[in-house]
């Protein structure tokens, strides 16, 4: 039920929505002048949230900055967060990345590099699944096939959410099925617009990861006519990223997940 009363409130909310709802309105009523003016504010909001150059600067100062490879230590573990992949898409005898493949091709060239030596995969089915191969085994494939070992990389394949994946991963690590001499001592791995989030809930459980953001949206802001002035479907994709992470943390903050 919380999954999805939270998902209308944020139907509700994403930015285009609003100003469809407001251009439909303003539309319907233009022969009254609070029509025409709500019809106004959807077109004023819709150019506003299509500005590349502001939606850029908003997340370019919302993601944490990136790691060198070559500043971190070596960790025992690396836990990866799914939500990467496309679960409804059928046969099963592949991985269909959608837009943050990073967290897995970045992990695997952690492990690569010596840089993590066991990799803990945590994400479920989701919601209405269409085949019973969780995300989390469908990244192990992946990166079996992409040369780690088998024996490395542990799956949670229950979390169907960002506050699951830190509640069981927490289970896992503390229960001694993964060997690590701290149980602090392991590398968090995400997409930069959601690390905030996904730290936090970490923290929650009483695990102090180190981060490694990967995915990024945001690229140093650079003014010029095209990004300011020529409206873009890139800039509200951004704002829409940005509203459901701000909702995501209003939420879990009102229930005590961070």
């Known amino acids: 039920m919380f999954f999805y009363i939270s998902q209308l409130f944020s139907f509700l909310i994403m930015p285009f929505n609003i100003c469809l709802i407001l251009i439909i309105l303003g ?36 993601e944490p900055a990136p790691k060198d490879f070559s500043s971190l230590p070596t960790y025992e573990l690396g836990v990866v967060l799914t939500g990467v ?4 898409k059928l046969p099963k005898d592949r991985t269909y990345f959608s837009r943050g493949a990073d967290r897995a091709t970045h992990t695997v060239q952690l492990y690569k590099m ?10 479920g089915l989701g919601f209405n699944p269409v085949h019973p191969l969780s995300e989390a085994e469908s990244l192990r494939d992946f990166m079996i096939w992409a040369g780690v070992n088998e024996k490395d990389i542990i799956v949670e394949t229950k979390a169907v ?54 995915d990024f949206y945001g ?38 997940y961070i």
């Open 27 to 62: 539309y319907v009523f233009v022969k009254k002048s609070w029509g025409r003016n709500t019809l106004l504010a959807g077109i004023v909001l819709l150019l506003f949230f299509s500005n590349s150059y502001l939606s850029n600067l908003i997340i370019y100062n919302w």
């Open 85 to 88: 992949t496309h679960i409804d």
């Open 114 to 123: 010596g840089k993590i030596k066991k990799i803990l995969i945590s994400g």
């Open 161 to 214: 959410n960002t506050h699951e994946n830190a509640l069981f991963s927490e289970k896992i690590i503390t229960s001694g099925e993964i060997e690590l001499d701290n149980p602090n001592q392991f590398l968090l791995i995400t997409s930069a617009f959601h690390m905030k989030r996904a730290e936090a809930c970490f923290n929650k459980v009483g695990l102090h990861p180190d981060t490694f953001p990967v």
């Open 219 to 256: 690229k140093k802001p650079n003014a010029n006519f095209k990004s300011i002035v020529q409206p873009g479907l890139q800039g509200i994709m951004v704002w829409h990223k940005l509203t459901k992470e701000w909702v995501g943390i209003m939420v879990y903050s009102l229930v005590g």
